[in-house]
Nanobody, 122 residues
Framework: QVQLVESGGGLVQPGGSLRLSCTASGSIFANVMGWYRQAPGKQRELVATITSGGNTNYADSVKGRFTISRDNAKSTVYLQMNSLKPEDTAVYYC?????????????????WGQGTQVTVSS
């Protein structure tokens, strides 16, 4: 009943740019949103996160090149990727980290998008 849908991936030359978008169901857009990526033969790794208040964190490998942002009104999170390198090639996944509080405490749920392929190649 909830869904994250990524778009914007594709093939780009080294040094180029892409902007990824992730549109989420409103009910899972209230907490922490993040972008992860998984390259062939590699573990899925965190790329960037952003809180509902706009606080951001980035992996060292993308600092200064990638920018995460969100439009709460559109329930959309973006990843602007500049100065792309071949090592950025991966499937990029959008993740929502949602806390749900009831009388027993808070339970945390992760929701993942289907992924979008980013290929950086000459």
């Amino acid at each position: 009943q909830v869904q994250l849908v990524e778009s914007g991936g594709g093939l780009v030359q080294p040094g180029g740019s892409l902007r990824l978008s992730c549109t989420a169901s409103g009910s899972i857009f209230a907490n922490v949103m993040g972008w992860y990526r998984q390259a062939p033969g590699k573990q899925r790794e965190l790329v960037a996160t952003i809180t509902s208040g706009g606080n951001t964190n980035y992996a060292d490998s993308v600092k200064g090149r990638f920018t995460i942002s969100r439009d709460n009104a559109k329930s959309t999170v973006y990843l602007q990727m500049n100065s792309l390198k071949p090592e950025d090639t991966a499937v990029y996944y959008c993740k929502a980290h949602l806390g749900v509080t009831n009388s027993y405490g808070t339970s945390w749920y992760d929701y993942w998008g289907q992924g979008t392929q980013v290929t950086v190649s000459s």
